[in-house]
């Protein structure tokens, strides 16, 4: 049995080590434990501990010994990018981007941290950063879908809605079966109320990935702006028992339900939809509207 004293520390250290390389993380971190009570102040024994968390995809608990070893060696590159990769596993990804970017200029043709960062950039709502980011990814794969539709994403979110149709046209083109690439397509024509359009991308979405729930609802929503409720209902319907927290879903469903004259379910799907974003005014007016009717009702 091993000592629990300073001069045991290694001997600890080089347990985890070992158990570590065995695939065997759990006890690996039982010993790294064991030797921080001891010293607290290794870099090595806190980075190998953060290190064994994130191997077994348990970003939050890695966090923590790798804030330590970044405490005690500041300027260490490969501490930067795990943090950067365990709050981008942990869906910080404020953090994430600002911990890679750091890291970025240490390893500046490491692709798969670029597309972290920039992954990290959109998702914060860093946008012009974001492009940043992609011109160098695109410089190294101009054919990849993947980068095209990050760049589509951050345009979008500038409000430059023809560069972002540009990019997941050029996405969809050079990867047609990447996933999500035609729902973010005909998403775009959405917004642009090109419906025509972007029901036919929303179709080829779901003859991909049937199972795609955003597709399904926003095609239900497509549908009932161009034909009516027939087609819409069933759409929004299969795609709110794949995810009950879509809101246009609940939404379209309340308005289709109040039609019809169904008003106990219309209210559910309303109310649904109010508590899924209680700031939008939509969802509020059409509930008050089917309570109207139906206090109308003989």
Do not use: C
Request: proline share 5%; aromatic share 8%.
């Amino acid at each position: 049995m091993i000592q629990r004293s300073p001069s045991s520390v290694p001997a600890l250290s080089g347990l985890g080590v070992l158990l570590a390389r065995q695939g065997k993380y759990q006890e690996a971190i039982g010993a790294y434990r064991k030797a921080l009570a001891i010293d607290p102040d290794i870099f090595e024994i806190q980075m190998n501990l953060g290190l064994a968390y994130f191997k077994m995809g348990n970003f939050r608990a890695a966090k923590e010994p790798l804030r330590a070893a970044q405490a005690l060696a500041p300027s260490n590159a490969q501490v930067k990018i795990l943090l950067g990769m365990s709050n981008y596993g942990d869906g910080n990804y404020g953090e994430a981007a600002h911990q890679l970017e750091a890291a970025s200029a240490a390893q500046p043709g490491n692709v798969e941290m670029l597309r972290m960062l920039a992954e990290s950039l959109l998702w914060s709502g860093e946008y012009p950063k974001a492009l940043d980011v992609y011109r160098p990814l695109l410089e190294r794969e101009p054919e990849s879908a993947a980068v095209h539709m990050l760049a589509g994403q951050a345009f979008d979110g500038l409000g430059r809605h023809d560069e972002a149709i540009a990019e997941f046209e050029t996405a969809v083109k050079n990867g047609p079966r990447e996933p999500n690439v035609h729902f973010g397509l005909g998403y775009l024509y959405w917004k642009q109320r090109r419906y025509e359009d972007a029901a036919r991308e929303f179709h080829t979405e779901l003859a991909n990935d049937p199972q795609n729930s955003q597709a399904l609802a926003y095609l239900g929503d497509t549908e009932m702006r161009r034909e009516g409720n027939s087609e819409a209902a069933a759409h929004l319907e299969k795609a709110l028992k794949l995810r009950p927290d879509i809101r246009i879903a609940n939404l379209d469903l309340g308005i289709i339900r109040s039609a019809r004259r169904e008003y106990d379910a219309a209210v559910a799907h309303l109310e649904r939809a109010i508590r899924l974003d209680p700031r939008r005014s939509d969802a509020h007016y059409r509930l008050a509207g089917a309570w109207k009717s139906m206090e109308k009702k003989p």
